[in-house]
């Protein structure tokens, strides 16, 4: 396991955790929960976090950027236009290259518009972007995707911040099956054992905000993903029993008195 790391665009991590900075209810109970959680990536909302205006608190005196990798997103976007200045803002604010794309498709679900999506995935690699997509878990559109220059395929497992879980594991496996791009779960999961599931299934790794952040006790849920996610991938590593409909005994029926 100590050998096993996350690679994405290249550089490799320890964790598999990665942990959004919103929804908190300070700087300082974010950066205490990401400790907790063992993450090594942040993602960080451009619009909506202070990373830049020295006259009011900035992340960067909560979180080392230079200990934890900053991944700059878009939430907050609804076109490719917005996405695409945002994170060439990103880039020339702090030189970020490793980003996170996610065009919203509408205000109350949240979904990904995939149209949007996928346009700006091939200009952002085109500009020298390393992209980490945000997506729905068509199969289809996760392979257009990766053709379309993305670093990592970042499906929904249910709708951004619902808690349901993975709602869709046969398309999550097929995804698995189809890409050799690092496959990240975002948004959805609600507690640590969701985690497991999507590492059991094959997953790289997930990406969890509000379930952390709005839970009754931040903290321990943090390092309860952290621990989830270690079980979850050791688990899958171990290669599972197969299935079965019918009973086998734990202990040889040969020779019984």
């Known amino acids: 396991m ?5 690679t994405i665009a290249k550089k490799s991590f320890n964790s598999r955790l990665i942990v959004g900075t919103g929804k908190y209810q300070s700087m300082s109970e974010c950066a205490k929960a990401i400790k907790f959680s063992g993450a090594e990536i942040i993602t960080v909302a451009v619009r909506r976090v202070n990373i830049s205006n020295k006259k009011k608190p900035l992340l960067m005196d909560f979180i080392d950027p230079k200990k934890i990798t900053y991944l700059p997103n878009t939430a907050g976007c609804f076109n490719s236009k917005e996405a695409l200045r945002t994170l060439r803002l990103a880039r020339e604010i702090g030189g970020w290259k490793l980003v996170k794309l996610e065009v919203l498709g509408d205000k109350k679900n949240l979904f990904p518009e995939m149209i949007e999506t996928l346009k700006s995935t091939e200009i952002l690699a085109r500009e020298g972007f390393d992209v980490m997509v945000y997506c729905n878990d068509d ?9 379309s220059g993305a670093c990592a395929i970042m499906p929904l497992a249910a709708p951004i911040g619902s808690g349901l879980g993975i709602q869709n594991k046969v398309n999550i496996n097929i995804i698995r099956n189809q890409t050799k791009l690092p496959l990240i779960i975002d948004a959805g999961l609600g507690q640590a054992s969701d985690a497991t599931i999507a590492m059991e299934l094959g997953c790289d790794g997930v990406l969890v905000n509000t379930a952390i952040a709005k839970a009754k006790k931040p903290f321990d849920m943090a390092l309860a993903f952290k621990n989830a996610v270690i079980a979850g991938r050791q688990s899958f590593l171990s290669g599972r029993i197969e299935k079965s409909l019918m009973g086998s005994p734990s202990s040889p029926i040969k020779g019984i008195i």
């Open 2 to 6: 100590k050998k096993d790391r996350l």
């Open 139 to 147: 199969p289809l559109m996760a392979k257009r995707l990766e053709s």
